[in-house]
């Protein structure tokens, strides 16, 4: 019989996220590989299939995260392809800031074996809700901290900035599990070109199991190279000006709009004959 | 209900259990320690991580994923920190 794999997430905080089919999905596999964010969430797997195998053992300090990531995606492949039925359970959402699965499920593919992945509660969505923005309002940027530094980008102060994983910023050889002081300056200075140093930004982190608090820490801009951060903690740069109208779209649909109130009231007229 | 984990998981998903008295209420029923029900009452991760035998040290790095151009890119690459930072 063939194998198959389905990712599935596990939302950020044990017991709160987890979508019903996503927990159907654990129940029934045969294998299950965790890739949880703390040990806690690991032991509720644990309790769900008696086959979990965490893939916190990949992670090395000093070894490339590419490799890491590729001899996990390897371990899950293997018994896929001895024919298992191979679930992998990741926090938060399996598709969102994660290369593990999509590479999985586009190598299994590949091989014709069935893959797909199940959506889970993202940090993204936690910070949504629990800093109480909206997207919609003035539109968001999401970048990994490290991506945002390595290549230009054009930086819209008038939206949320979001920069994720901001503890590893700056680290090319990624193979560290934390960047320091000098590498977050280089951060904070490009910052600088778009915002004031005493703009508030915000540390965030979500809420892991139920006896966790959120963190919401508000600091300026100029404090980040100082602040205490951790491999799961969110930059939030609020906007610092106000959206500006783009006159000439505007004119142009103020004109389309005329043209068709005027077709609109338009006399109906009738062929006589 | 009879162990931490389950307990756990209970708080984070019945509406009833989101404050404090309902908690403690939970915890008399529950079939885990003292030093256990202290460490969910006074919200001590670390002290029940210890309790529970948990290895604090998890890592959650992640790594977006790639598009094929920069992959194909790689592929001719011979520059290894070159490869590292487009992979990204």
Redesign the interface.
Known sequence: MSGSLVCVGTGM????HISPIAKSHIEQAEIVFS??????SE??LE?MNDDVRSL?SH?QEGK???VT?NEMVDAILTEVRAGKKVVTAF?GHP?V???IS??AITQAKLENLPAMMEPGISAEDCLYADLGIDPGKTGCSHY?A??FM?YKRNVDVSAHLIL??VS?AGD???AK?STGNAYRKVLVDLLLEHYPSDHQIILYQAKG?????MREDRILLSELVAAELF??TTLVIPPSEKMQPNDKVLTLLAEIDKQEDKQKNRPNLRLVL | MNNVIQVLEKMASDSSLQNRDMVEALLTKAEICTEQSEAIITRDINLLERQLDICPDFYCAFFPAEDDKQEDEDEESTDVETKSIVNI
Request: with cysteine; hydrophobic share 40%.
């Open positions: 905080t044990l017991g709160a890739l949880m964010a703390n040990g806690f032991r509720w309790e916190q992670y490339n995260r590419n990531y926090y598709g800031f994660s290369c999509h590479r990994e490290s991506q390595f994720w994983q590893l090319k050889s990624l599990f199991i139920a006896i966790d608090t491999m799961h």
